[in-house]
């Protein structure tokens, strides 16, 4: 059975909470050539960290 995207609804793989915090992040390479971005979500309630990649970037130097 496929659920529509519009009714899905992220859960956390560990509790199976639903209530998260959202941040947005960077992970540099190695070398510090490349930057890949990042999607932060946190379950707020037992702490589990999931990353989603939303690209990469050579142009994000800090």
């Known amino acids: 059975m496929v659920i529509p995207v519009e009714r899905r609804q992220l859960r956390c793989p560990l509790c199976g909470g639903t ?13 510090g050539f490349t930057a890949h971005k990042v999607k932060i979500v946190i379950c707020k309630n037992c ?3 999931m ?12």
């Open 19 to 31: 209530d998260f915090q959202v941040e947005e992040g960077k992970l540099d390479s190695k070398w």
């Open 47 to 49: 702490g589990y960290v």
């Open 51 to 62: 990353l989603f990649y939303k690209g990469r970037t050579i142009w994000d130097f800090d």
